[in-house]
Each structure stands twice: as C-alpha cells, then as structure tokens.
C-alpha cells in the first residue's frame, strides 16, 4: 500500500508571493491534517479535513487555507507568504481522523526569501 | 503558552541502557496521549499511545506511563539500540478529536 505522498518536497518562494502544497492520503483514509514544523515551535496542527469538509483547525491565520477533493487528496494554500512561513509541511492520514493511528508524509520544505 | 511540553530537547544514551523520554502538559482535559519518533528527511512515525483511563501501556521494547495527577507522561525504550536515535514527539488529544497537540520534540542519541 502506498504511504501519503506530499509533493513538491522543496519549495523556494519570495515574500508576498502565494504557495499550494499538495498531499495524497494513503488509499481509503479520509482524513488529512496538515502540520507546521518549525525548529522553534516543534509540530503545529493546521487544520484537519474530512470528506471534503474542515473538521478542526488549529490557531493559524487566515493566509492558510485548504481543501479537500472527492478522492480525499487535499491542498494547502498560504497567501502572502512571510519569512516566518519558512518551514517543514506536514500531511498526515488516517481511516477517519481522531485517534486513529495518523500517518504522515515525507513533507514539503518551504522557504520564504 | 505551549499546552504539551518536553523540556528536555536532547538526551544521550549508551547503547543498551534505558532511555527516558519525559513530558508534560497544562490541560487537564487532554484524554489521549501518543509518541511520535521522526527521523530527518521523514515524516513522524507512530509509536504508542495511551488513553487517560490508563497508567501503562507496553508494546515490545516501548512502555508509556501516564500520571494524570502529575500531568505528566513518559516514555521508555528499554533496551535503547543506535537506531532509536531520532527526534521523538509527545502529542495530546481532546475530547478523542482531531486536533492533536504536540510537544517541541526530544532528540534522542543513542551511542554504540
């Protein structure tokens, strides 16, 4: 079975510009959450979607967004990018999110200029 | 105000021994407790978990131990082996939700 696939994996951006970021559950999960990992503040919950509908989200601005598709692929957005977005992305899936067992993807590096 | 904290950011440990991986949180209303461990370059992993209804939960060389009174959690991986050496994060749940909360990290080196 293959694991969540997050792509692209590296991204350089400049500030004000927007980015999306996209992450493939593994088969069959229907839940997706996004994390932030920065050095400073360790892994941040993002937000959590499930069949198509944000189900939870954690203390972001709203220059993060998201959605998910019928096929329970899902993007990330980030508009007007700041240095401070500068960090590791994460994805994780799981069969229907709360405490089943999440598995996460390899994630996306963003850096902000 | 960080809610899970693990104040220790690194520990060493000699190859065999017991390693100790601490944790604590603020919010009482945390039922759910999981130990992630992530390698560079990956993901974090899946290790054990533990339900506030419980103190100990085993699985091969890892056991969890939770004290509710304390707000206070721990890992032990016994015996330590060099390819446990990796960041290990401690995540709470609430309400059994989807918002999973995690610690900074604890990076864990184990020497040969």
């Known amino acids: 079975k293959a694991g969540v696939t997050q792509t692209p994996r590296y991204l350089i951006k400049t500030r004000g510009q927007q980015v999306t970021l996209s992450c493939s559950p593994i088969?069959?999960?229907?839940?997706v959450s996004w994390y932030q990992q920065t050095p400073g503040q360790g892994l941040q919950f993002l937000f959590e979607?499930?069949?198509?509908?944000?189900?939870n989200k954690g203390n972001f601005p709203g220059r993060f967004s998201g959605r998910q598709f019928s096929n329970s692929r899902s993007e990330m957005n980030v508009s007007t990018l700041e240095l401070g977005d500068s960090a590791l992305y994460l994805c994780?899936?799981?069969?229907?999110?709360?405490?089943?067992?999440?598995?996460f993807g390899p994630g996306t590096r963003l850096t902000v200029l | 105000d960080q809610q899970v904290k693990q104040n220790s950011p690194s520990l060493s440990v000699q190859e065999g021994r017991i390693s100790i991986l601490n944790c604590d949180y603020t919010?009482?209303?945390?039922?759910?407790f999981l130990w992630y461990k992530k390698y560079p370059a990956e993901g974090p992993t899946f290790l054990i978990s533990?339900?506030?209804?419980?103190d100990k939960n085993e699985d091969g060389r890892f056991t969890v131990f939770l004290n509710k009174s304390a707000k206070h959690l721990s890992l032990h991986i016994v015996p330590s082996q060099p390819g446990d050496s990796a960041v290990y994060f401690c995540?709470?749940?609430?309400?059994?939700?989807?918002?999973?909360?995690f610690g900074p990290g604890t990076r864990l080196s184990v020497l040969p």
């Open positions: 995540a709470a749940i609430m309400n059994y939700g989807q918002n999973f909360v």
């Open positions: 919010n009482s209303m945390f039922d759910y």
């Open positions: 994780a899936s799981s069969l229907t999110g709360g405490v089943d067992e999440q598995f």
């Open positions: 533990i339900s506030s209804i419980k």
């Open positions: 088969s069959g999960h229907r839940s």
């Open positions: 979607y499930f069949s198509e509908t944000q189900r």
